[in-house]
């Protein structure tokens, strides 16, 4: 029954995998990476976010010499977001800055995706209140608004 089972929940993968994670806001576009890493950026910065962070392995990667398809987190956050938050829950900060990830894909175009503010701050809003959910309902929607921004 257990190798029934298994073999049950491997022939799922292909299908689990084609579906966002709960919580995530994913988006595939046309763009290159390159295009929807400016884009991106970009869109942070017209909708009253700073980018506040940035990784990703692919440059790294090049310079030892492994090609690997362009991966970036752009982290974004402002002050006021900051101060808000920390108001409520000083735990929750360490969620701070929310991350947008920037995917290439392998026919050349480019994902953006993140983990909604809401889902991001969840744990925290037994501590933080209902304070702490409106200010991660308002950044649902500025997110929104920049992952717009950056595919169309």
Known sequence: MRALLALLCLLALPVLADEPLSGWAVYPTDKSYG????????????????VVTQAGPTKAAAARGITIPGNLVIGAFNNDYAVRVLKTSVPAMIEA????????????????????????????VGEGGESLRQIAVELDTKFQAVAESAVK
């Open 35 to 50: 295009e929807l890493v400016a884009d991106t950026k970009s869109a942070v910065k017209e909708n009253g976010l700073i």
């Open 97 to 124: 800055p929310i991350r947008f990830y920037v995917t290439e894909n392998n026919d050349g175009t480019a994902t953006l995706s993140y983990k909604t503010p809401s889902f991001v701050f969840a744990p925290y």
